[in-house]
């Protein structure tokens, strides 16, 4: 049954294509291009030759390094970047990836510190300073909301500095606080395991309480995907929502707390995500108004992200190597295999390089843009998915439970394997096992193949790669990529995350699903900093009625809000405006903390020119001194 989510209000923003995420390789996706985009093309280097394990060897050191490079403030390629930012590329232009995602940044991070438990202690630097920038982040209020609330947990991004990204953008996205609470449980289990209990009780749950409390409260609403152009229910962020509660709420009985939204929540959800199988493959985003055909790497993503190593092939939470996963593994890959150059003749059942999804023009011109796009060629966005990351997971579950049942459901998928299987369970003693396992881990290894046929020469990944001839081209060195690559490498190799609980809330599916919610609670997270910040954001709402083609500024006694000029106020904006909430919003530039300045509100007319200052006596402000590099101030229009 599925659910009605409540939709998002129509906001008056353009809603702008991003790219942090065509994703990677193997664990997912490194994108393909039909034609480069002249800023950022490499030369094509010569066909990778050399053994799998060898290019692999070569490879791994280089991608953690690619990462740690782009995380602030010691990373060699984000200069300029706040300590624990995870930067999604060092490209400044053409396109401008030089800002931090919540997403991109809790999966990069979740890699570290699986890496980190997993033996390399030189990380935990770089994981705790991304615990303190993210109770930092929480803060900061932007064109999503802010903590009161929780809304502003929904922002995508944020810039280099901590402060808030303003422009038109997809949003809210709510993905983002489910992965970061998932990224800092792991973590959590390990600081407990290790004598660290007081330090996950003081300062990291009051973060993953936020987050969690944010699932619960929005889950039931409309979104933006995590390609951040459709506007609905997504498969990928309705599966990381529903982990995040259910290890949320094992995590706070660990440590003595609650989270009533986890147990309360999590079952519904959990019914909701079975919305999105069809019956033939995953429609990664439903409740929305797009014309897609549902084939989507957001699904594949979804089981790789939600996968769970002490899980049965379960159907029900869509793990790797359940029929419905296996299923739209091979219905979303051969939905791209006659449509790229590079697939030529490859058959069937062997790795190809697959897109995002195939009505995708991204970069074919911007219609949701403020400004007219300008002209460029037309691009069609492919992703490699080929989920090799999938199938180790599977084969690693396959392993686990010790045999392998085909259905009616997976039965298509293996037969592109072996064509004489049939419908049956094999256990491992079996020859047709051992043949179906080899089979698969050949399949996976043939899109780590395609990672190793397509990287340039000094291991570098990009964002994406021509769908023609496999050339790398858009954003150098992507954060993403990286981490996608050590994630799926790992899983090749057998080292798998710590369980989540997958297997018993499977046990939990309620009978009929209910579009219920759970109002959240949200206290800001203790912010550890070296030094207090020099400068602060502020943002400025104020509440006033206004009509079309009305606009609202502040105007104050320093140079950043116009010294009185209203010809040069600090214009805000409408984005979270509504009959009966007329909120108007806008953030300064940073400014020196301690200062102290008078503002008053003022707002222009329909015809640009009128100008009307609000009544009373002119406001008093000063800027915060402390750790926060962001401030909100809140006010209603004085008559």
Not at 160 to 169: E, M, Q
Not at 218 to 245: C, I, M
Not at 609 to 632: F, H, L, Q
């Amino acid at each position: 049954m599925a659910l009605l989510r409540t939709p998002t209000p129509s906001l008056p923003y353009a809603r702008d294509h991003v790219a942090s995420l065509w994703l990677v390789a193997i664990a997912g996706y490194w994108t393909i291009f039909s034609t480069a985009s002249p800023a950022q093309c490499f030369t094509r280097r010569q066909q990778a030759t050399g053994t799998l394990d060898s290019f692999i060897a070569f490879e791994s050191p280089i991608a953690l390094q690619g990462v740690l490079d782009n995380i602030g403030d010691t990373g060699s390629k984000v200069a300029g970047a706040d300590p624990g930012l995870v930067i999604a590329s060092p490209s400044k232009a053409d396109p401008d990836y030089f800002y931090t995602w919540t997403r991109d940044s809790a999966l990069t991070i979740k890699m570290l510190v699986d890496t980190f438990i997993a033996g390399d202690a030189s990380l935990q630097p770089e994981i705790e300073d991304y615990v303190s920038a993210q109770a930092l982040l929480q803060t900061v209020a932007n064109p999503s909301g802010d903590l009161t609330d929780g809304s502003g947990l929904g922002e995508p991004k944020f810039e280099a500095n901590s402060t808030a990204f303003t422009g038109p953008w997809g949003r809210p996205q709510r993905d983002g606080p489910a992965l970061r609470a998932t990224a800092l449980i792991a973590y959590s289990r390990w600081l407990i395991a290790n004598g660290g209990q007081s330090n996950v009780t003081a300062n990291i749950w009051p973060i993953i309480a936020n987050d969690l409390s944010y699932v619960g409260q929005y889950w039931n609403r409309t979104g933006f995907d995590l390609w951040e152009e459709v506007d609905g229910a997504s498969f990928f962020t309705t599966a990381v929502q529903h982990r995040a509660l259910v290890e949320g709420q094992a995590l706070a009985g660990q440590i003595g707390e609650s989270c009533p939204a986890c147990m309360s929540q999590a079952p519904q959800v959990l019914c909701f995500l079975q919305s999105f199988w069809n019956g033939a493959f995953i429609t990664s985003n439903i409740n929305d108004q797009n014309n897609r055909n549902g084939r989507d790497a957001n699904a594949i993503l979804g089981s790789i992200h939600t996968f769970d190593p002490e899980a049965t092939c379960d159907d029900i939470t869509f793990q790797p190597c359940s029929s419905r996963a296996l299923a739209n593994h091979k219905e979303v890959t051969d939905s791209f295999r006659p449509i790229y150059g590079i697939n030529a003749g490859i058959p069937e059942g062997a790795a190809v390089a697959v897109g995002r999804y195939t009505e995708d023009v991204y970069m074919g011109g911007n219609p949701w843009s403020v400004s007219k796009p300008k002209e460029m060629p037309t691009l069609v966005t492919v992703t490699v998915r080929r989920a090799a990351e999938q199938l180790y997971d599977a084969l690693f579950q396959f392993r686990r439970q010790g045999f392998i049942t085909i259905d009616s459901t997976s039965l298509p998928f293996f037969q592109d394997l072996d064509a004489s299987i049939t419908i049956g369970t094999y256990p491992s003693s079996s020859a047709a096992y051992g043949n179906l396992t080899s089979a698969v881990r050949a399949y996976a290894d043939g899109y780590t193949g395609i990672v190793q046929k397509y990287a340039p020469p000094d291991g570098g990944l990009a964002e994406q790669f021509s769908r023609d001839d496999g050339s790398p081209v858009s954003a150098v060195d992507l954060t993403w990529s990286y981490a996608a690559f050590l994630t799926a490498i790992a899983r090749r190799s057998s080292i798998v995350p710590a369980p989540w609980g997958a297997t018993t809330a499977a046990d939990t599916l309620p009978s009929t699903c209910v579009g219920t919610s759970a109002p959240g609670s949200y206290t800001p997270a203790p912010i550890s900093c070296a030094v207090n910040a020099s400068s602060v954001a502020v943002t400025f709402n104020v509440r006033v009625q206004t009509v079309f083609g009305e606009t609202v500024f502040v105007s104050g006694s320093i140079p950043e809000l116009g010294g009185w000029d209203t010809a040069k106020g600090l214009e805000l904006n409408a984005y979270r405006y509504t009959s009966t909430d007329p909120l108007w919003s806008g953030t300064s530039r940073p400014l020196p903390a301690g200062q102290s300045f008078e503002y008053k509100y003022y707002k222009t007319g329909t015809d640009g020119v009128t100008v009307t200052m609000e009544g009373g006596e002119n406001r008093n402000y000063a800027v915060p001194e402390g750790c926060a590099r962001s401030a909100v101030q809140s006010d209603v229009w004085q008559q």
